[in-house]
């Protein structure tokens, strides 16, 4: 099984200081994707040409694809520790790190308006 996250980023700073507008993003970004879900043939409609494959195959990676967004969870900086565990085994980077250094952690109310 492979952890298939993906991330935005912002840097450290504008997430400190714009806490609330990290988490107006992510509930927008959690409301497309409920969207999303819903319906499908209609993302497929209007992604199929921005990626060249015809609105039935497009239809078809939709309805596998998960939506929506949180903030990272312990359980996320734990397999992506593991990943860079990995890399720096494989001296696939230049020395190992802390993933839990990288992330930011969202203020308690910030993250339960995010809900």
Do not use: H
């Not at 694809?65 to 992506?80: C, D, K, N, Y």
């Not at 980077?93 to 250094?101: A, M, R």
């Amino acid at each position: 099984l492979v952890d298939n996250n993906q991330f935005y980023l912002a840097s450290r700073d504008y997430a400190q200081k714009y806490p609330q507008r990290i988490a107006a993003l992510v509930s927008e970004i959690r409301s497309v994707g409920t969207w999303a879900q819903a319906n499908p043939a209609e993302v497929a409609r209007q992604t199929a040409p921005l990626v060249g494959l015809s609105a039935p195959v497009v239809e078809v990676a939709v309805r596998r694809q998960g939506f929506g967004a949180g903030f990272i969870t312990p359980q996320v900086i734990a397999a992506q520790q593991r990943i860079a565990d990995a890399f720096a085994r494989e001296k696939l980077i230049p020395k190992p790190l802390k993933v839990s250094q990288a992330v930011w952690t969202p203020p308690p109310a910030v993250r339960a308006a995010s809900r």
